[in-house]
């Protein structure tokens, strides 16, 4: 079993929808969780970090499950802008700033 | 305010052939990583550094070498190119210790075909 899975899509949504992804990961020890944006033959770029209480930046939404080993990103009136790739990352307990990367999920977002 | 530089974007070797691809960052990170980006693999990392003179094996450092003599660099070198090693190699850094949380700052990313 990977231990950073999500479901690659792609998500295809009409502009102004609203869409959610999730992100399992496998070790309980996991400590921070992060969700990165990769645009077609860029670099990665940090979206949000993820917190415990759950948080919110503008129209995207991170939430964070334990108990169940889960991730989400809830992205809120989807724009044009916003077709990209989300890569789930997770960092473990003392691994020194390891990063765990999912492969991603596609998002396309059309008209 | 440059961030992390990676050269070159692009490089075609052929199998056998050495070269170092170069990684630069200006904002004082002690963490600093390579990673490989593949296809359905996801990024994986390769080998990384926690501080200068001190560097460790990633998932999947066979065929790599790394040195990390300053803070600001940390150059990947390819021994003996092999096709397997066809990728895009993303250089990253960030503040991180081993109870940070601050994210990953990663280079524009380096092509690299091996024929």
């Known amino acids: 079993r990977k231990e950073v899975e999500q479901d690659p899509g792609p998500f295809n949504v009409p502009e102004g929808a609203t869409v959610a992804f999730n992100c399992t990961y496998s070790n309980s020890a996991s400590q921070s969780f992060f969700w990165y944006r990769q645009d077609c033959r860029k670099e990665p770029k940090l979206l949000m970090s993820?917190?415990?209480s759950g948080n919110e930046d503008g129209r995207f939404t991170a939430q964070l499950n334990r108990a169940s080993q889960y991730i989400s990103l809830l992205i809120r009136d989807s724009k044009l802008s916003d077709s990209a790739t989300y890569l789930c990352v997770v960092k473990r307990v003392g691994t020194a700033s390891k990063l765990t990367f999912g492969t991603g999920t596609r998002l396309q977002v059309t008209l | 305010n440059a961030g992390v530089t990676q050269t070159p974007k692009f490089q075609v070797l052929k199998t056998g052939q050495s070269m170092t691809l170069q990684c630069a960052q200006d904002?004082?990170?002690?963490?600093m990583s390579w990673y490989r980006q593949d296809p359905g693999m996801g990024l994986r990392l390769i080998h990384y550094?926690?501080?200068?003179?001190?560097?460790d094996q990633g998932e999947v450092p066979n065929g790599y070498n790394v040195s990390r003599s300053t803070t600001e660099d940390f150059p990947l070198r390819l021994l003996s190119a092999a096709p397997s090693q066809t990728s895009v190699y993303f250089c990253?850094?960030?503040?991180?210790?081993?109870?940070?949380?601050?994210?990953?700052?990663f280079g524009n990313g380096t092509r690299l075909t091996v024929t």
């Open positions: 993820v917190y415990s």
């Open positions: 904002m004082n990170h002690e963490y």
């Open positions: 990253a850094s960030s503040y991180g210790s081993r109870t940070s949380n601050s994210p990953l700052h």
């Open positions: 550094s926690v501080g200068a003179g001190i560097t």
